[in-house]
């Protein structure tokens, strides 16, 4: 069922909350979780699901985060990167100062592309300067 979201996803970039339900229902009945299965589950909970509002996704995809972690899921800077990607998309409110701060509390080193995504969070809510004053203007303009 993984390979039939990501078929999906890579074909039409969109598929139905069903499909993902189906596949988290087969993890949780299995007790356990790959790597790739959850960084896969998390990239699908932004716009690739558009019968979903952005809050409900959100909402899915934090919930699904916890409970692949519980399931044995070690999640490196792809997964938080994947993370970021869909708050960015669902346009979703929070501190990217505490986001960092969850890496850091988990041992996970943040990337260019974590930090570009921050920066972008910054940006949506129109705070160019965002906790320093060292973003300026042209880097919410990437």
């Known amino acids: 069922m993984i390979l039939a979201i990501d078929k999906s996803v890579r074909r039409y970039g969109r598929l139905s909350l069903s499909n993902v339900t189906e596949v988290m229902e087969q993890i949780e009945k299995d007790g356990s979780v790959t790597d790739t299965q959850s960084l896969l589950l998390i990239r699908c909970m932004g716009t690739t699901l558009p019968e979903i509002r952005p809050e409900e996704r959100t909402a899915i995809v934090n919930q699904m985060w916890d ?76």
Do not use: W
């Open 67 to 142: 409970k692949m972690l519980s399931l044995g899921a070690t999640y490196n800077t792809q997964h938080y990167n994947a993370l970021l990607r869909v708050y960015l998309q669902n346009e979703h409110k929070f501190s990217p100062t505490d986001f960092l701060a969850s890496m850091d509390s988990n041992k996970v080193t943040p990337n260019r592309v974590t930090y570009q995504r921050l920066v972008a969070r910054y940006c949506q809510d129109g705070d160019i300067k965002g906790p320093g004053k060292a973003y300026g203007c042209l880097l919410c303009m990437a």
